[in-house]
C-alpha cells in the first residue's frame, strides 16, 4: 500500500476558491509515492512547503494522507482541475 498526499488550498485573493491538489512526488530511492507515516510526518509538511512556495497565489487549507493499493485511481478520484 502506499500513500497519496492531497493538499486542499485557496485561492489567496479569494479564498472561497478552494480545490484539492495532489503534488506529484516520488522517493528518490524507490521511485514510489510516500508512505503513510511519512505523508503524515515531516516529508509531507516539505512536499506541501514546496508546493506552496512554487505557487504562491495559494493559501493552504489542509493535507489530507489517502492509503490505497492502487494510487493512481486514487489520484484520479481526488485531484481537481485547477481554479
Do not use: H
Request: aromatic share 6%.
Amino acid at each position: 500500500m502506499s500513500a497519496l498526499l492531497s493538499l486542499i488550498v485557496c485561492l489567496a485573493g479569494q479564498p472561497g476558491v478552494c480545490e484539492t491538489i495532489v503534488p506529484g512526488f516520488a522517493r528518490a530511492d524507490t521511485g514510489q509515492g510516500p508512505t503513510f507515516f511519512e505523508c503524515l510526518g515531516a516529508p509531507g509538511q516539505d512536499i506541501a512547503r514546496k508546493w506552496l512556495s512554487e505557487n504562491p497565489g495559494y493559501v493552504l487549507r489542509r493535507v489530507q494522507c489517502s492509503v490505497s493499493s492502487d494510487p493512481a485511481r486514487l489520484r484520479d478520484q481526488i485531484a481537481s482541475p485547477r481554479a
